[in-house]
């Protein structure tokens, strides 16, 4: 069920290069420039016709007539009393996890002036409206409602507003209504899908624009997104979910499968890859994972998923491990070997890093703390996950007083000229003309 590929008779490397350009392309979609133009369509009928657009796409792809755009007040009270109060509770933790791990990337506005007359400094303020997306459907991600609503929060971001896709008879799972008030977000619309991504850009008669949008989503949400950046900034652009388990003869089979197949039920694109060098752990995770299949609710999406982009990788060595992961750049990445904190200094590229057999990814999904929207597709090498500096900004303070331009004018003045750019040399000179 799980490809095995064999790196210590792969001398020339390509057979590791095929490896990588199969998970790469995961999200390359064979009808992207269809699926560009029918996003681009509904993004424009939501820019032009506004809620009017917003209810014909629910009606055609959600079957649901929805009324008002907005979840009321009364809904959402509703929602307590239809969720399991342990369920409550456990969100509440989840929270407070979050929040403590967030507050700690707080940033502070700082001002330097100096004797020269010269003052700089740097103002950091939070972005006044996000907008979140969480998918619903089969898998609704009550935990993306906290894991990008607390980092913002945090932030200190003024106005947070959400959308999500309705159920057929226009209501929203109570669950997401109830992680939704609990952190913290102002307004909830039964949107979802594109249209819903448009209507946070653009702004419409019930949902107001937005200077961010975050949040996962299925293809036509990360087109939209994709699209509609510019209009206002984005997290970033997510692909598939993804796991990569670095383990040695240490590890426990039952474990790492388990794990492995805990990101297969996301999606018949993600990808779940063991790294190893005991070949004897290979077969006995392959054996673990037929068994623990047998009993699980979406066994047909995860045999997929692991047919098509389930790797068990022998390599000679761990050192050799540590380099396939770091040329995947997995969106996480567990270690499961006899010391796995002696690796961490070696690991470049990683979303989030689960380090010993009891720190399995759906602790970082739930409840450590650190926000689970994560950099996929290799985007590890340069991007981070999901926190608080995504929803601040920055801004350059500058004063200097009449002396302390006058030192500097010459050397301004040297740059402008030699870059043809006299006006700028003329806004130096015009300040010191007839002193």
Do not use: F, H, W
């Given at each position: 069920m799980i490809n095995i590929l064999d790196l210590t008779k792969d001398e020339d490397g390509i057979r590791a290069q095929e490896l990588y350009k199969k998970l790469a392309q995961r999200t390359k979609s064979?009808?992207?420039?269809?699926?560009?133009?029918?996003?681009?369509?509904?993004?424009?009928?939501?820019?032009?016709?506004?809620?009017k657009a917003l209810r014909e796409y629910t009606r055609i792809f959600d079957n649901a007539e929805i009324g008002p755009a907005e979840v009321?007040?009364?809904?959402?009270?509703?929602?307590?009393?239809?969720?399991?109060?342990?369920?409550?509770?456990?969100?509440?933790?989840?929270?407070?996890?979050?929040w403590s791990f967030h507050e700690k990337q707080l940033q502070n506005s700082w001002i330097t002036p100096k004797e020269d007359g010269t003052v700089l400094g740097q103002l950091v303020r939070p972005l006044e409206k996000v907008g979140l997306y969480v998918p619903g459907g089969t898998a609704p991600l009550i935990s993306s409602v906290l894991m990008t609503a607390v980092p913002a929060k945090v932030a200190g971001v003024?106005?947070?507003?959400?959308?999500?896709?309705?159920?057929?008879?226009g209501s929203v799972n109570p669950a997401i209504l109830v992680a939704a008030r609990e952190a913290g977000i102002d307004q909830v619309f039964r949107v979802g899908g594109a249209q819903a991504v448009g209507a946070m850009a653009y702004g419409t008669e019930s949902i107001p624009a937005?200077?961010?949008?975050?949040?996962?989503?299925?293809?036509?949400?990360?087109?939209?997104?994709?699209?509609i950046y510019g209009d206002c900034d984005i997290d970033m652009f997510a692909g598939p979910s993804e796991i990569l388990v670095i383990a040695d003869s240490t590890a426990k089979p039952e474990y790492v499968a388990a794990d492995l197949l805990s990101q297969a039920e996301h999606d018949k694109l993600a990808s779940s890859v063991l790294v190893t060098d005991d070949?004897?752990?290979?077969?006995?995770?392959a054996v673990q994972i037929k068994e623990q299949l047998s009993v699980l609710s979406r066994s047909s999406i995860t045999e997929k998923s692991l047919q098509d982009f389930g790797f068990a990788v022998l390599v000679e060595n761990i050192e050799e491990a540590i380099e396939v992961s770091n040329n995947i750049a997995p969106e996480h990445l567990e270690i499961c070997v006899e010391e796995p904190m002696s690796l961490i200094g070696r690991i470049r590229n990683a979303g989030a890093i689960f380090v010993g057999n009891?720190?399995?990814?759906?602790?970082g999904d739930y409840m450590a703390g650190p926000s689970h929207v994560l950099p996929t597709s290799g985007t590890a090498r340069f991007s981070s996950p999901v926190n608080v500096d995504q929803f601040i900004k920055k801004s350059s303070l500058i004063y200097y007083n009449r002396g302390a331009l006058e030192r500097t004018s010459q050397d301004i003045i040297r740059f402008a000229e030699a870059e043809h750019l006299d006006a700028h040399a003329n806004a130096i000179r015009v300040r010191f003309a007839g002193k």
């Open positions: 064979r009808d992207g420039a269809s699926i560009i133009k029918v996003v681009s369509d509904i993004l424009e009928n939501v820019r032009v016709n506004g809620d009321s007040e009364k809904e959402i009270l509703a929602a307590y009393s239809e969720i399991e109060p342990e369920l409550l509770e456990t969100i509440k933790r989840s929270k407070q996890n979050i003024s106005r947070i507003i959400m959308c999500t896709p309705p159920s057929r008879d937005v200077d961010k949008i975050c949040g996962p989503g299925n293809v036509y949400v990360s087109t939209a997104k994709r699209l070949p004897k752990l290979i077969d006995q995770v009891y720190s399995p990814e759906p602790l």
